[in-house]
């Protein structure tokens, strides 16, 4: 019975180019934010399973001066012999270098400056170490040792992350408040370019329900198909970023199937979209028929 | 079945247009409605197919008071008036055959029944061969013979119908008549608002007639037009 129609309103009454195209934009913004919120929170997933069950020790050179090899090779055999650890590893003094350019300069004299060691730790999987128990131990052989698990570092950025997805999600609230109201103006609009028939279909003994539904039928295929278009356009250009955040190659982003398993539910948009431009349609007309004795 | 005491009616905040207008049609009725232009028929018929609320006064339609009426109740009362506008107002995007069959389609009776019965109603009217023409494509004559099919399908209760021959020539003004006095004949009450003194003569009924708002206790109807036995006095 709901597609069934009397076709109380001229063909293409409502669709005049402007609301599908507006309702197709709405959708295709509405895509692009969701996608955000979601490839910011899986970015934020991927990095933070990388970054779990890894830990650095700091050797430190400041007082003490230089920390011997030997002494750092007993620092490693504490760590292997460790429950938990499955690989400890020393930063080379190359990477040390290469990660302290950008502050100290090219040219820089590592060499005469005494750096700390730094060593790289991976856990067993599943398992949490203390790093202030294992600090104290290596405290006993390198004065002033410090432990520390990388995640700890993440939490700024998850907090900052966290706040950009709910910005996200605010533009997704206020993109579908949007597209309700252009759904409420275009009502309106159909409904004086179409008042004598709605009059004739009153007085001939219609209720309210089957001209609210004749708006419905045109709003669910316009929010439908709206719906299609914007996601689809949407898609294309998300997957073009995705494949361009790829070959940046960056720990930050999470893998590329991943992030695509992520969109799936945003092929709930079309029929969401829908719904909200039927309801929207509905209730307007409702309200206007309501007026009408 | 209709009844008004002492009704009155304005558009807006302006003058009335209808003053104590009292009177008392009883079921099967057959009723000419007349007077000058601008004198309030058009108006007068609005009330009774409840386009438009009186500003005093009680009506009621087919035994129901409308200032009591919920408003869920009026479409279920509107089926069974069938109204032909002096203006016709047909919804032009539809078919001459579709514009007669809403009132039943809307009224969820099967497509096959509407078909027939709508076919048959077209050919009475003269209107066999226009059924797939839209509204823009006709006469005006045919247009009001359209109009009258619309009224007239769902064999409504109550017929209200305004100058529904003025713009067809004598013949088919005569046909138009016995449709709606075969109508009448199988019990719907009738109200044909018009100033065709002619026709008027041809087919003899009772007379309610207005003058400047008001109704006159007929001397059209002492001059012999039947008996109204309900001119300007509620019962
Ligand atoms: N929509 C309206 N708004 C304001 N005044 C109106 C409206 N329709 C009619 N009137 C006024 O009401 C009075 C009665 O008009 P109405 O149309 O009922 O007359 P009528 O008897 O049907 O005339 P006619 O024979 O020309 O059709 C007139 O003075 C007219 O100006
Ligand atoms: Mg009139």
Redesign the interface.
Known sequence: MFLRS??????GALSSRLVPAIIATMVLLLTLASAAAIGIERSLASFQSELAGRYTVELPTAQTGAVDDETVARVVDLLAETEGVIAAEVVPAQTMQTLLEPWLGRDAAVGDLPLPVLIDIVATPGMTLDPAALAERIGKLVKGARVEAAVESLDEIGEIAGAVELSAYCVVALVAFCLAAVVVFATGAGLAAHH??I?????????DR?VAREFERRFLILGFVGGLIGVAVGAVAVYGFALYAQSLDSPFLPAMGDFMRALVPLLAIPPLVAALTTATAGLTVNRAL?RL? | MVRFDNVGMRYGVGQEVLRDISFDLPRGSFTYLTGASGAGKSSLLKLM???H?PSRGMIEILGRDLSRLP?QA???????IG?VYQDF?L????TVF?NVA??L???RTAEAEVRAHVDELLGWVGLADRTGATPPELSGGEQQRVAIA?AVIARPRLLLADEPTGSVDPDMGDRLMHLFQELNRIGTTIVIATHDIAMMERHRAAVLRLVRGELSAGPLTAAGFGSTGFGGRPH
């Open positions: 009397l076709h109380l309103l001229p063909r004598g028939i009059e004739i279909v009153h007085q001939i003994g219609a209720r089957i309501r004795a | 197919f409840l386009a609320r408003r009026l479409p279920e009362l509107r089926r069974q109204v107002r919804i032009d995007h539809m579709d809403l009132p389609r809307l009224s619309r």
